[in-house]
């Protein structure tokens, strides 16, 4: 059994900063790709950034030059650093990993179970 676990949202004021983190835990082999994604009330859930296992990186323009995404493959841990956050961020934010269990041959996806970040204007 895989669990990802975030941390790190909260409320926040429009220009402030928030770091999250999401730690994978379970039989773990390997972790190839790990990304956030977030969802806006009454919106579709959409990528906010994501980073290979070599540390290759990927932004929605929305947030490029404000937020920046990085991983520790020896914690299996994921980071979003959040800065200059506008009140258009506030959205559940997502952990999403692509995860080789122990004893299997193949990957598969996961998620955390959100948390929340509000941005006040």
């Known amino acids: 059994q895989v669990h990802l676990v975030e941390s790190g949202g909260g409320l926040v004021q429009a220009g402030g900063s928030l770091r999250l983190s999401c730690a994978a835990s379970?039989?773990?082999?390997?972790?190839?790709?790990m990304g956030w994604y977030r969802q806006a009330s009454g919106k579709q859930r959409e990528l906010v950034a994501d980073i290979t296992r070599g540390g290759s990186t990927n932004y929605a323009d929305s947030v490029k030059g404000r937020f920046t995404v990085s991983r520790d493959n020896v914690k299996n841990t994921v980071y979003l650093q959040m800065n200059s956050l506008k009140p258009e961020d506030t959205a559940v934010y997502y952990c999403?990993?692509?995860?080789?269990?122990?004893?299997?041959?193949?990957?598969?996806?996961?998620w955390g179970q959100g948390t929340q970040v509000a941005v006040s204007s």
């Open positions: 999403n990993a692509e995860i080789r269990q122990i004893g299997s041959l193949t990957t598969s996806n996961y």
């Open positions: 379970g039989m773990i082999r390997s972790i190839n790709y």
